[in-house]
């Protein structure tokens, strides 16, 4: 049966009804469960022209940021750091964000996520440890929470423990404060039981001369001050919203909101032309992520750099073409098969697999870690850096090559400079202007042009079914103390010097020079070496410092080197049966005389 309320328990209840508020807000705790983890990916807009109402610090608050406008779009992509070739630099990172211009690397743990270290890649190559890593968020996070944090990382220049050494020091000291609690809406959603951290940040560049470890000479360099709010909730891993005002929080600058978090390691394909970020072009509606299998059946424009670890398939007609901003792709573990056509700046490709079917343009710098199978054309390359495996049946063109590891060519090759230090082979075409081998260049048939200089400081086995055309000047030497070592069984003409400062050796070779001939080293077996401007006499080059097998032929002729003696003796003189002749080096020859009339 119903019983009545007594006028305390109506207070009571009434005291209670006035908390709801207060216990709503008491139960949003943001905890380390909550910060961006492996495999998220966030989409977001930025407005740089806003006006919003921020509220007052307080609880219970409504952000209305509805009215947001979409100036440009950004994407950030978060992916496990041990999957790159130079993780062991950041040995306490678990988590890692960014593309082949740089990298960020950070820690996350039950007390926050800290930036504890950067790379960049491009234009330069840097690797900055945090001596003090910086906070972006300690946890766990409610209502009233407070953090400080203090930061520092330097940049060494011209370090020498003997002299003056110049440092340019970066300091950050920080604070955190969960300020106010409620409900936010923006273009794209509404999110209740959101926290808001103000952050302000003061950061500060010096550079530090010291002499023997102490500082003579301090100079700073640059001084600003950070004012954000962010908004957070539980199971997001990434802000709502972050509003960035201006030092003394009179004008909002930018306002950076949420699209929508994508969900990783999905199938996902193009279905219309359109751009990389843009939703409507792939079946998802959504945008790709790292750790997606992604096939691109349209015209797509790479309109943002991008890092893989899954799959990428372009496919027969087809494109994937940068916009008209300098592009970064980069991969890690992944496979890229190119059906279609791929164009972008720069192109880093880490362990995994790489195939070209079509076409791929690359107008910077491409870096190859990956067993890379070329069947169509690779080209428009200023610099590429082979440490892995390429082999390419196909056509490649750059400016400049170099390789540390295993490049095999069955097909076409143009590089300006060629320097090897791994292991070449060639069985195609292969043209260049200089080429150095430091390696091992396995010239087993086909022909090689080059338009100016060859150096071998490595060694070559040149086969008999291989011919090389030398525009300019050849030479074997071992310039890094090393093996010289040219082992001529095919054809090598020359169209101006040629010079041996190692072993030059071979059966069947044959070498032709149209000017200088020099030997300082060793010339074993029993090749050609045609001079086709000789000196006239044995040996027919035109310096000779060094050692030459007597079976060496010289344009086809073989002929013993013999010593000539001015001064010599005949006896018995006179004589009617025979003569001995005695030559200077004491040698001498007797002869019989008959009468043959």
Aim: charged residues 15%.
């Amino acid at each position: 049966m119903n019983q009545l309320i007594k006028p305390t328990d109506m207070k009571k209840i009434l005291f209670l009804i006035c908390l709801l508020p207060y216990f709503s807000f008491a139960q949003i705790t943001f905890t380390s469960t909550d910060l961006p983890a492996v495999g998220d990916t966030f989409l977001f807009y930025i407005d740089t022209n806003c006006v919003v109402d921020l509220g007052t610090p307080s609880g219970n608050q409504n952000w209305d940021l509805t009215g947001l406008d979409e100036d440009s779009a950004s994407a950030i992509a978060y992916f496990d750091p041990s999957g790159l070739p130079f993780s062991g630099d950041f040995p306490t990172a678990n988590l890692c964000n960014g593309d082949s211009t740089g990298y960020m690397f950070y820690n996350v743990s039950n007390s926050g996520m800290e930036i504890v270290g950067m790379r960049a890649e491009f234009p330069n190559l840097m690797t900055i440890n945090f001596t003090d890593p910086s906070l972006l968020l300690g946890t766990p996070v409610t209502y009233g929470s407070s953090f400080t944090d203090y930061s520092e990382w330097e940049i060494a220049y011209d370090y020498n423990p003997a002299d003056m050494d110049t440092f340019y020091v970066s300091t950050s000291n920080k604070t955190l404060n969960c300020d106010a609690w409620g409900s936010i809406s923006t273009p794209y959603g509404f999110y209740d039981d959101v926290l808001r951290i103000k952050e302000n940040t003061i950061n500060v560049a010096n550079l530090i001369i010291e002499l023997n470890g102490s500082p003579v000479y301090t100079q700073e360099v640059s001084r600003d001050t950070v004012v954000n709010y962010f908004f957070i909730t539980n199971e997001l891993h990434y802000p709502v919203a972050t509003i960035k005002l201006n030092p003394d929080e009179s004008e909002i600058l930018e306002i950076e909101y949420m699209y929508t978090p994508i969900i990783s390691n999905g199938q996902i394909e193009s279905v219309s032309d359109g751009n990389w970020t843009t939703p409507t072009t792939w079946d998802c509606m959504c945008i790709p992520t790292p750790g997606d299998e992604i096939t691109v059946s349209n015209d797509v424009t790479l309109d943002t750099d991008f890092f893989l670890t899954n799959t990428l398939i372009i496919n027969n007609g087809a494109s994937l073409i940068k916009d008209g901003n300098e592009r970064y792709f980069a991969t890690s573990d992944a496979s890229v098969i190119v059906n279609g056509k791929f164009h972008t700046d720069y192109l880093y490709l880490g362990n995994g697999t790489t195939t070209i079917n079509d076409s791929l343009l690359v107008n910077i710098s491409m870096f190859n870690s990956s067993n890379l199978s070329n069947l169509g054309v690779i080209a428009e390359i200023d610099s590429l850096f082979n440490a892995g495996t390429i082999t390419n049946s196909g056509e490649i063109n750059a400016l400049n090559y170099t390789s540390e590891n295993t490049f095999s060519n069955s097909g076409d090759c143009y590089f300006e400079n060629f320097t090897n230090t791994g292991v070449f082979t060639n069985t195609g075409f292969f043209e260049f202007d200089d080429m150095t081998n430091l390696g091992l260049f396995e010239f087993q048939s086909g022909t090689a042009t080059g338009n100016y200089d060859f150096l071998n400081s490595g060694y070559v086995n040149h086969a008999q079914s291989a011919s090389i055309n030398i525009g300019n000047d050849f030479m074997n030497s071992n310039l890094d103390s090393s093996i010289a070592y040219y082992n001529i069984e095919g054809q090598m003409t020359v169209l101006n010097n040629w010079m041996n400062f190692d072993t030059i050796a071979g059966i069947n070779g044959q070498i032709t020079v149209s000017n200088s001939t020099g030997n300082d080293g060793a010339l074993l077996g029993s090749f050609d070496l045609c001079d086709q401007t000789p000196p006239p006499s044995y040996p027919f080059i035109d310096i000779n410092n060094g050692v030459i097998d007597p079976d060496i032929s010289f344009c086809g002729t073989v002929q013993i080197e013999t010593p000539v003696s001015t001064n010599f003796k005949i006896y018995p003189n006179p004589t009617s049966d025979y003569i001995n002749i005695e030559l200077e080096n004491e040698s001498y020859f007797s002869f019989e005389l008959f009468d043959i009339n």
